[in-house]
Nanobody
Framework: QMQLVESGGGSVQAGGSLRLSCAKS????????LAWFRQAPGKEREGVAT???????RYTDSVKGRFTVSQDNAKIIVYLQMNSLKPEDTAMYYC???????????????WGQGTQVTVSS
């Protein structure tokens, strides 16, 4: 199973930026999807962005134009660059991996421990 470790969370003011990282180790699928999910207090976990092993990406509507998902050349670390942050982006952010891409958390078997992002107004 793939192991995932997130880092890079923190507290910023609205309009600021943060970059999250997700480092992969263990068994790495030859063809995979790495997704970023987030969960705010009292809300369901939602998919934010996905990146496939071929580099193709998808974003949920609320972050399009503000967030960018990418991976390093070795495809060991996946990043989530978050710009123009809003208070509603406040949540615990998780990376997750699966051989297939979807927005359904139940499709993802490997999860990181999460990293907190707090955006103040």
């Amino acid at each position: 199973q793939m192991q995932l470790v997130e880092s890079g969370g923190g507290s910023v003011q609205a309009g600021g930026s943060l970059r999250l990282s997700c480092a992969k180790s263990g068994y790495i699928y030859s063809s995979y999807c790495l997704a970023w999910f987030r969960q705010a207090p009292g809300k369901e976990r939602e998919g934010v962005a996905t990146i496939r092993s071929d580099g193709s990406t998808r974003y949920t509507d609320s972050v399009k134009g503000r967030f960018t998902v990418s991976q390093d050349n070795a495809k060991i670390i996946v990043y989530l660059q978050m710009n123009s942050l809003k208070p509603e982006d406040t949540a615990m952010y998780y990376c997750a991996a699966s051989p297939l891409c979807s927005w359904r958390q139940e499709d993802f078997a490997s999860w990181g421990q999460g990293t907190q992002v707090t955006v103040s107004s």
